[in-house]
């Protein structure tokens, strides 16, 4: 078969794996790869080159993508799916497998339900958001990434006796966040979930400095906030989202945190730094596994599905779903929050 692989939305660590497996998987049944540049511009653009063995050889170590990526939706623009049918048949694709996270695999179902587009779904999101699959490629590199990040905060904030905010992605799921605080160990974990009580906040922030002489606090970019210290906090990107990190919601809880306790704070925007580096281990071997099923759902002739992890085993699930809304930290995390994060 002539299969199309694309990745689109955010990069995050893990695609390259995906891909390398993409390819090596369809070796074994003979099948031709092509890769489509920069997401669903490139099929809209028709857009697409043979992957081969040595393209991919040496890419499992490798952070982004090699394909390259975009937050391009053809549902947005004038005969944009139109134009996808098109390329399909332009570049001979027999199938088409699309790697992303809720907007891109969000694509993938539609076209899937309005054409029935001969298309499976690989998840990926740094975000872990995606709903049907335990965990997406991409959260745990980029959480270790912020893990690290925060120790070295605890460093500097010792030695001055300040608190110190770390920001974090994750959009509107407090995934990164949450592991990021539970690994770093930080005193206090502001997530999308739970609504912002900034009085509460500052009293334990207190009782900790008091204790040990410096605080750290991580915030999810996706809080709520009633005002931020940017007024670009509604400017918004391609698929519609609002850019969460332009509001930067760190400094604004750090400015209100030092208001309150009178305490030296900082605030620090992890931002794009934790979407690169080499994936670890557990997303190298999660990529591989969920490239691997999506050639063989394509084989199956299960389209209109995503490869997906659930309960420890590669299995899986309908676009539709995993698509349908994002996933949340789940109510049995945030029962265990007070056990974790002391007030
Ligand atoms: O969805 C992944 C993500 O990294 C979010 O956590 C973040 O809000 C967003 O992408 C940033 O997007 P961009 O790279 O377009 O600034």
Same mark, same amino acid.
């Given at each position: 078969?002539?299969?199309? @692989?694309?990745?689109?939305?955010?990069?995050?660590?893990?695609?390259?794996?995906?891909?390398?497996?993409?390819?090596?998987?369809?070796?074994?049944?003979?099948?031709?790869?092509?890769?489509?540049?920069?997401?669903?511009?490139?099929?809209? /653009?028709? /857009?697409?080159?043979?992957?081969?063995?040595?393209?991919?050889?040496?890419?499992?170590?490798?952070?982004?993508?090699?394909?390259?990526?975009?937050?391009?939706?053809?549902?947005?623009? /004038?005969?944009?799916?139109?134009?996808?049918?098109?390329?399909?048949?332009?570049?001979?694709?027999?199938?088409?497998?699309?790697?992303?996270? /809720?907007?891109?695999?969000?694509?993938?179902?539609?076209?899937?339900?309005?054409?029935?587009?001969?298309? *499976?779904?690989?998840?990926?999101?740094?975000?872990?958001?995606?709903?049907?699959?335990?965990?997406?490629?991409?959260?745990?590199?980029?959480?270790?990434?912020?893990?690290?990040?925060?120790?070295?905060?605890?460093?500097?904030?010792?030695?001055?006796?300040?608190?110190?905010?770390?920001?974090?992605?994750?959009?509107?799921?407090?995934?990164?966040?949450?592991?990021?605080?539970?690994?770093?160990?930080?005193?206090?974990?502001?997530?999308?979930? @739970?609504?912002?009580?900034?009085?509460?906040?500052?009293?334990?922030?207190?009782?900790?400095?008091?204790?040990?002489?410096?605080?750290?606090?991580?915030?999810?970019?996706?809080?709520?906030?009633?005002?931020?210290?940017?007024?670009?906090?509604?400017?918004?990107?391609?698929?519609?989202?609002?850019?969460?990190?332009?509001?930067?919601?760190?400094?604004?809880?750090?400015?209100?945190?030092?208001?309150?306790?009178?305490?030296?704070?900082?605030?620090?925007?992890?931002?794009?730094?934790?979407?690169?580096?080499?994936?670890?281990?557990?997303?190298?071997?999660?990529?591989?596994?969920?490239?691997?099923?999506?050639?063989?759902?394509?084989?199956?002739?299960?389209?209109?599905?995503?490869?997906?992890?659930?309960?420890?085993?590669?299995?899986? *699930?309908?676009?539709?779903?995993?698509?349908?809304?994002?996933?949340? *930290?789940?109510?049995?995390?945030?029962?265990?929050?007070? @056990?974790?994060?002391?007030?």
């Amino acid at each position: 078969m002539r299969i199309g @692989v694309l990745t689109g939305g955010g990069d995050c660590p893990g695609l390259n794996p995906a891909i390398r497996a993409i390819v090596y998987r369809g070796i074994d049944f003979a099948d031709e790869i092509i890769g489509i540049p920069l997401g669903w511009k490139g099929m809209l /653009e028709g /857009e697409g080159k043979e992957l081969n063995l040595k393209d991919v050889e040496e890419i499992i170590s490798q952070g982004g993508t090699i394909l390259g990526t975009s937050r391009t939706n053809p549902y947005k623009m /004038e005969g944009g799916p139109q134009k996808v049918l098109d390329s399909l048949l332009s570049l001979k694709l027999d199938a088409l497998i699309a790697i992303g996270g /809720e907007d891109t695999l969000g694509v993938a179902s539609r076209l899937y339900g309005d054409f029935k587009v001969r298309v *499976v779904g690989v998840p990926k999101t740094m975000d872990n958001d995606l709903s049907e699959t335990d965990f997406t490629f991409g959260f745990d590199t980029a959480s270790t990434t912020s893990m690290e990040a925060l120790e070295r905060l605890r460093d500097t904030a010792k030695s001055h006796r300040r608190i110190m905010v770390l920001e974090v992605m994750g959009r509107h799921a407090g995934w990164v966040a949450l592991y990021t605080a539970l690994g770093g160990g930080a005193d206090a974990v502001l997530l999308p979930e @739970v609504p912002v009580n900034l009085e509460e906040l500052s009293k334990s922030i207190l009782k900790h400095h008091q204790r040990k002489g410096y605080g750290l606090v991580v915030v999810s970019e996706g809080i709520e906030i009633t005002a931020t210290t940017d007024s670009a906090q509604n400017e918004v990107d391609s698929f519609g989202h609002i850019i969460l990190g332009k509001r930067a919601a760190g400094a604004y809880i750090a400015k209100e945190l030092e208001k309150r306790t009178k305490l030296e704070t900082r605030s620090v925007q992890i931002g794009h730094i934790q979407r690169g580096g080499p994936p670890t281990l557990f997303d190298r071997v999660l990529g591989t596994l969920v490239g691997i099923k999506a050639i063989d759902l394509v084989h199956e002739e299960k389209f209109g599905y995503m490869a997906s992890y659930k309960d420890g085993k590669v299995t899986e *699930v309908p676009l539709e779903a995993a698509t349908k809304e994002i996933k949340k *930290v789940y109510a049995t995390w945030l029962k265990l929050l007070p @056990v974790l994060f002391k007030k």
